[in-house]
């Protein structure tokens, strides 16, 4: 018999979140949700705590928080607001695991709350290790916490390194759909709409990544990601594209041979990895017609017309907080471009102008990434008017 892992989901009415619910309701005997933190969605909320009767939830504000708690009135459920509630529900002491799944940098302050608390994290959130992989990864190891990737890319390189001896690595090979726009023009991508660009065409998912996707920044990002996690350097971390999204990422070894991990596209097969660990859960997923599938192809991203890609390599390359403005000058671009102020080609040029203004330095502490971050919005915002 299995003992009950129990779960704090940060971000639990969105695409990841709902993902989650959804695997660790399959298996009632396996999971129980003691916690849930969303943003806005107060609709959505009130639906999952109905049914999972977690004993803590948060949203981000406090009015919509308090009008929670009269509707809710009778239920056994703490409803607390802010940030405060946030690292409530991360640190919540019955929790086992803390699933991080909210989107953008918001994620980074409950992760390490999370992390400090000495949780096992399942880690959507690529942003918290975008930002700060360095102070992340040193409180992982000294609190000697297990950190389990849910993206999909890291989740399969965490799998294709099972048995291996970590010398043996040659590097990395990520895999990326190439998104909506793989084979349109330069002019093309100009012209180009936030309703086109949310098309994507292998991954259901919210709506920053699928932008993100559609740039490559998402690809950026994970490369970022996957060096923290996997202490590789950055000229070892080659990126594919790969339209099927079949396999999932690839790890070479010295002896040249590469392993793979594959699955259909579908967040439910890393998320239930990451929730059942060690143990694979079964039911979880269909199998691989291959057949139907016929072929898997592969090209090289091109980074003149995807020049995200390759800011997110330059960032790494630099080092310090330059990731982390990287991280927040994307952020906004993307939101103005969702809010049709600004054209997919504003998207990179606000992310270079906004690194190639900022006075890099060490990213030492959690207080100077969120401060490097504060600068690169507002300079961000200042770049998209001019
Ligand atoms: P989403 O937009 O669908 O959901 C985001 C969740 O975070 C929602 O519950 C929202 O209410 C909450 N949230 C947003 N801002 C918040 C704030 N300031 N405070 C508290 N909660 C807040 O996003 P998603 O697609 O589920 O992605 C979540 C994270 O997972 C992102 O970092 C993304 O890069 C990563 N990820 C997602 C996928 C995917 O398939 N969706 C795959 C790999 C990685
Ligand atoms: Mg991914």
Redesign the pocket.
Known sequence: MDTVRKLSIL???????VSTLEVAGRYPDRFEVVAL?????ADGLEEQIRKFRPKLVSL?DASAAASLRTRLNGLNVEIRSGIEG?IAVAEMSETDMVIS????A??LVPTMAAIRAGKKVAL????TLVMAGEIVMREVRERCVELFP???EHSAIFQSMHGQRREDIRRLIITASGGPFLDTSEAGLREVTAAQALRHPN?S?????TIDSATLMNKGLEVIEAHWLFDVPSERIDVVIHPQSIIHSMVEYCDGSVIAQMGVPD?KGPISYALGYPKRLEETGIGLDLVKIGSLTFREPDLDRFPCLRYAYDSLREGGTMPAVLNAANEVAVQAFLDGRAGFMDIPRVIRATMDHHRNTAADSIEGVLNADRWAREEANRQLQL
């Not at 933190?37 to 969605?41: E, H, I, L, M, V």
């Open positions: 971000g639990s009415t969105g695409s990841i979140g933190a969303a943003g806005r969605n981000t946030l799944a909210i989107v953008g918001a994620g959507a959130n690529k942003e849910v993206d999909s991954w998912m919210g709506k920053k990544i967040m």
